[in-house]
């Protein structure tokens, strides 16, 4: 079972519309947790990077949050642009060498 | 700064043929990592290099898998002989330290686009 669930698997959204998807995991301990942006045809590309002691991190548009206690973590797109079609996927590390855990992503579109 | 340069971004290749994705890192990084991309298993690590040197190749296939790093600046990851399975997108990506206890950001390729027929 992967240890980094996200939801919902895909969300089609009105361009100017707000939207906000789910990381959910299970990785322990914990050490970082990633959240990348996939355009297609594309490599992912890094949004934000938290530890545990963080609970909030922008990066523009783009609002991350982490409950390090539920092990959850959001992702929170404020004004969606078409722009931000694109898949977003979720990476867990551990701390331990070469224990890092990707979610399946969520499939983002954005419709004008 | 270019990135990370992977190349050839598409190959189409027969069933049997042998296969060499190519990849160099950023300059000054020196974490090298091979991940391999399909819609069913979405992005899964092949391997690793720490300076040069090949930490853990659990990831990797099976035999007909094998990368090498003879460089700072260079690595490839070759198939052969290959087979349809293998088709996926192949992302090398570079980080200065180590993204596990660090937070350093994994920097990915733009991917090479393997077809096996």
């Known amino acids: 079972k992967n240890q980094v669930e996200q939801s919902p698997q895909s969300l089609i959204i009105l361009e100017g519309k707000n939207c906000t998807l789910q990381c959910n995991y299970t990785v322990s301990p914990f050490s970082n947790l990633r959240w990348y942006k996939q355009d297609t045809g594309r490599g992912p590309v890094s949004l934000t990077i938290?530890?545990?002691?963080?609970n909030t991190k922008s990066n523009g548009r783009y609002t991350a949050t982490l409950d390090a206690d539920t092990k959850q973590s959001s992702l929170h797109i404020t004004a969606s642009q078409l722009s931000d079609s694109a898949s977003y996927i979720c990476?867990?590390?551990?701390?331990?060498?070469?224990?890092?855990?990707f979610g399946a992503g969520t499939r983002l579109t954005v419709k004008p | 700064d270019a990135g990370v340069i992977q190349s050839p971004r598409h190959e189409v290749t027969e069933m049997g043929q042998e296969v060499t994705l190519r990849c160099k890192p950023i300059s000054g990084h020196d974490y090298l990592f091979w991940y391999r991309q399909t819609m069913m298993r979405g992005l899964e690590l092949l391997i690793y290099f720490n300076n040069n040197v090949p930490i853990d190749d659990s990831g990797m296939p099976e035999d007909r898998f094998s990368a090498k790093m003879p460089n700072a600046s260079f690595s490839t990851l070759k198939i052969q002989p290959s087979e349809p399975r293998d088709s996926a997108v192949y992302f090398c990506?570079?980080?200065?330290?180590?993204?596990?206890?660090?937070?350093?950001?994994?920097?990915f390729g733009e991917g090479s686009w393997l077809t096996v027929v």
């Open positions: 938290m530890t545990f002691s963080e």
């Open positions: 990506a570079s980080s200065r330290w180590d993204p596990w206890t660090s937070g350093n950001t994994i920097y």
């Open positions: 990476v867990v590390s551990s701390g331990h060498n070469n224990d890092m855990r």
